[in-house]
């Protein structure tokens, strides 16, 4: 009995390169590689490869390229893809970094002069099916849905590169209602304007496709065309007779050569094993992070004959198996005398925070050991475990310490000695760009692929100590070891204590304050429906374009337009600003919705058993150095609209408490006379005078105390749009002003502060020499868009090389306040308690008979915690709720 061929089918992926590409290019914003090099469409390239190479897992793999050569489609019809716009040379650099992405998956670059891609694909696809080899073809262009057939599918792009479909001759029949023989002859009916192909003028998607189903190709068209008798209505016939010929000399052009010369046998396109050296140091190079990882992390980038089982990485560190409870007391008194301890927290899926196990190695990397849930119950582990956390003198790395520090609390431990974050040190040495998950920093930096196995929690102690000997290495020789040594070690605990204290509710009144809100929209609504003569939804922006565009006939000029028509964007919005009471109306009804969702529904639904909100402070997320809040952002809820001052309202004290804010005055501004050096602004500030007064009063030449309020507001634009980085095109439209007195009024600013000017100058030329920017204190932050050839991208470079070190120096200075204020208040107030960082203030919740005292102590600490050059000034507030706070 013969046995049977169990051997897998072989399979090939061969992908419209240029129609990726392309897709990539507009589908995402602009990413830049280290060294400043635009790579957005490379990225997208390379997602889309890595997605589809481990859902298909090719035999072989070709990617076909376009060439700058005419083909025998130009020569046919000249107009062929003539208007086609060219696109920056910035996207053209990126075709030959895609093309090494491509050899390092193991792939085979293909292009052939006088061809398309297309002709390509349609070649190699029909030759591999010839030696039975199962074919998926990759694209957006329709040309290839008449190459499908048994044995060729092809996928192709529905939305940007991120969505797709994928057809065989069964589901094309079904979307298209033809056949793939079917479709040159729909594209010659048609047309296409992507092409530059009129088709028959007057023939639409429908018509075409009802005309061939009817009469199955251009032959039955165009004899029912010529025939009287036809059941063709006169004006159809009409459309066709006078459009045959068009037509007729389109299919050619619109049908693939099947026999294109290729000088690549189908052998040449086997894929090989991927270069994983290779990838690395190109992804790395790109800073494509979060991809190498990708990568890396699984058997996606393996072809169908390689195995799937992985070889298993090996551990710097011995592990305690079944320790028993003299080996877990041994661990621990080495511990104990090494004074060293690496903590993790293994993430596993779907797991709360809380129900995370620990692992834990000696800093000196003799041992490791896992506590289980189950091993914790041992009340001698858990007491072994609680004095090693506990214990300052024992120095404590990890990755994440702060969710360490939620975990251990939850558990009834303390965790003192909190020396290395490796999640801080990535997002230092990086200079605030993103991306410092465990898993990619152990790829990039150490070559190490977390495994997927009950073993994970392991490999990610000996990552954590190998990244900790790298990372303290090199924030030493870029002399950025103060920065974490300084302001984030310290700040970990300190946050850890906020977000476990929250900030106290009250229920009731949020609940009344969503009756409100709910009642305005209703109102708003009402109003809108009045305006516009019908109901609509104005949540929609497809019912409202065509309430404000069709109905109402708004002006369209100017106003973007997508796929769905046009744009209802704020901006676009503000462009229609006073044509009409409707657009105002969008816009309340806008701002209302969003606070409801965003805040006064949400919060009460976040707030624990004690009414009480607990939010999560980012400390490496943002590029300035600045902390952001999330669940809920309690650092964007509105402070200057009366909306928002009802929020805060809902923001409480406790019986017997005060809240107490502490904010920095206009910091930013005496940064910027600090970093400047400007004598005429260090001056005023050194006087105590109203800045925006001051600056007023020098643009236009009248004494301080003729300033009008109007003077001083375009005075206040100015200096804060100078932080900025803001154009006379961006102050006109703040401060409500033409375009030449913007620009006459930033001319005069230069003059008085002729200090500021240099120093804007100066930090733009030190971004293009060095790269980055950095605050007075050496936190710095990458600047690689600055050597863009593309404009709008160097001038937004420009704009950041300004704003980052006072946003940034602001930011170090207040977390250096919460530090000391943290550690001095029990001597102030051992019952008073820091709450919230927003920004440049401080929240803190105090005792109703110690606020004078708390108020002027902390104060005086925010001031004195650094000199800068300049005076620092602290307003401070108090009030039973954080809106309606008096001066102290």
């Not at 465990?438 to 100590?465: G, K, N, Q, S, V």
């Not at 109402?552 to 337009?561: D, F, N, Y």
Request: hydrophobic letters at 40%.
């Amino acid at each position: 009995m013969a046995m049977p061929n169990l051997k897998q089918k072989e399979t090939a992926l061969i992908i419209d390169a240029n129609s990726l590409i392309h897709r990539a290019w507009h589908a995402l914003p602009p990413l830049t590689t280290p060294d400043g090099k635009l790579v957005n469409a490379v990225y997208g390239f390379t997602s889309v490869l890595l997605k589809i190479l481990a859902s298909e897992r090719p035999t072989y793999l070709a990617v076909c390229w376009d060439t700058k050569e005419p083909t025998y489609r130009h020569k046919a019809k000249p107009e062929y893809k003539a208007h086609r716009e060219e696109q920056p040379d910035d996207f053209y650099e990126q075709f030959p970094i895609a093309k090494e992405v491509v050899k390092v998956f193991g792939g085979t670059n293909v292009e052939l002069p006088g061809y398309e891609a297309d002709d390509l694909l349609a070649t190699f696809g029909i030759g591999f099916i010839n030696k039975n080899v199962q074919v998926t073809l990759l694209t957006s262009d329709k040309d290839m849905l008449q190459v499908i057939r048994p044995g060729v599918d092809v996928i192709a792009f529905k939305k940007g590169v991120s969505e797709t479909t994928k057809y065989d001759e069964e589901t094309l029949k079904e979307v298209t209602g033809l056949t793939p023989d079917q479709q040159a002859y729909y594209k010659a009916l048609r047309g296409d304007s992507s092409d530059n192909l009129k088709g028959v003028p007057g023939i639409g998607e429908k018509t075409a496709t009802d005309l061939l189903i009817k009469y199955k190709d251009l032959e039955g068209v165009f004899k029912a065309a010529h025939d009287e008798k036809s059941d063709l209505s006169p004006s159809q016939r009409r459309k066709l007779v006078e459009g045959e010929q068009e037509a007729r000399d389109t299919l050619p052009i619109v049908r693939l050569d099947e026999n294109a010369p290729v000088k690549e046998k189908l052998s040449d396109l086997k894929r090989r094993k991927v270069d994983e050296e290779e990838m690395r140091k190109l992804f790395t190079a790109l800073g494509f992070k979060t991809l190498l990882v990708r990568a890396m992390g699984s058997d996606k980038n393996k072809t169908q004959e390689q195995p799937k089982t992985q070889k298993k990485a090996r551990l710097s560190t011995e592990h305690l198996i079944s320790p028993t409870a003299k080996d877990i007391k041994s661990f621990f008194e080495i511990v104990g005398s090494e004074g060293k301890l690496v903590v993790s927290l293994p993430q596993k899926e779907q797991q709360s925070l809380f129900n995370l196990e620990p692992a834990i190695a000696l800093g000196s990397d003799m041992i490791s050991l896992l506590i289980s849930s189950e091993l914790l119950k041992e009340k001698d582990v858990a007491t072994l475990l609680g004095l090693a956390l506990a214990n300052p003198e024992i120095n404590k790395s990890g990755h994440g310490l702060k969710s360490v520090w939620h975990w251990a609390r939850a558990h009834k431990f303390d965790l003192k000695g909190i020396d290395f974050d490796t999640e801080m040190a990535s997002y230092i040495l990086s200079g605030g760009e993103g991306g410092h998950d465990l898993a990619l920093l152990a790829a990039a930096h150490i070559d190490t692929t977390l495994p997927d196995t009950d073993e994970r929690p392991l490999f990610e102690i000996d990552a954590i100590r190998r990244l900790r000997d790298l990372f303290t290495a090199q924030l030493k020789e870029q002399k950025l070891d103060t920065v974490i040594e300084r302001f984030e070690t310290p700040l970990i605990s300190i946050l850890a204590k906020m977000e476990g204290r929250g900030i106290l509710i009250n229920r009731d009144y949020f609940k009344k304050l969503t009756g409100e809100f709910q009642k305005e929209n209703d109102r708003l609504e009402r109003e809108m429906e009045e305006l516009a003569g019908e109901s609509f939804n104005p949540a929609s922006p497809q019912q409202l374009a065509h309430i404000l565009f069709e109905v109402l006939e708004l002006p369209t000029k100017g106003i973007k337009r997508g796929k769905t028509g046009y744009s209802t964007a704020a901006p676009e919005l503000a462009k229609l600003e006073g044509k009409h009471p409707i657009i105002s109306k969008v816009s309340d009804y806008r701002e209302i919705a969003k606070l409801l969702s965003t805040y006064v529904e949400s919060i009460p639904a976040l707030a624990d058993k004690n009414d009480r909100v607990h939010t999560t402070f980012n400390q490496a997320l943002t590029a300035t150095g600045r902390l952001s809040s999330a669940n809920p952002n309690l650092q964007n809820i509105p402070v200057r609209t009366e909306l928002g001052r009802k929020i805060r309202r809902g923001f409480i004290a406790p019986k017997g408490y005060s809240l107490l804010a502490c904010d920095y005055s206009q910091i930013e501004l005496r940064i910027v006379a600090a970093l400047a050096k400007d004598e005429k602004m260090l001056e005023a500030f050194e006087k105590g005078q109203d800045i925006h007064s001051t600056t007023a009063a020098a643009i236009w030449g009248v004494p301080l105390e003729e300033v009008t309020k109007e003077q001083r507001r375009t005075a206040k634009a100015i200096n804060f749009g100078i932080i900025y980085g803001q154009g006379s095109f961006g102050l006109s439209r703040v401060a409500g002003i033409s375009f030449e007195e913007a620009k006459q009024f930033i001319e005069e600013y230069f003059l008085v502060y002729s200090g500021v000017r240099e120093f804007l100058d100066q930090t733009k030329a030190l971004a293009r020499s060095r790269g980055y920017v950095e605050t007075l204190f050496g936190r710095r932050r990458v600047i690689a868009e600055i050597q863009s050839m593309r404009p709008e991208l160097r001038a937004a470079a420009e704009r950041m090389a300004i704003n980052m070190p006072v946003q940034g120096t602001a930011a170090d200075l207040i977390k250096l306040a919460m530090i000391e204020v943290s550690k001095r208040l029990p001597e102030i107030s051992a019952d008073t308690r820091m709450l919230l960082q927003v920004h440049d203030e401080l929240v803190l919740e105090v005792p109703d008979k110690e606020v004078e005292k708390v108020a002027k102590e902390v104060a005086e600490i925010m001031q004195g915690v650094e000199k800068i050059g300049v005076p620092i000034v602290v307003d401070s507030k108090a009030g039973k709720n954080w809106d309606e706070m008096k001066k102290i």
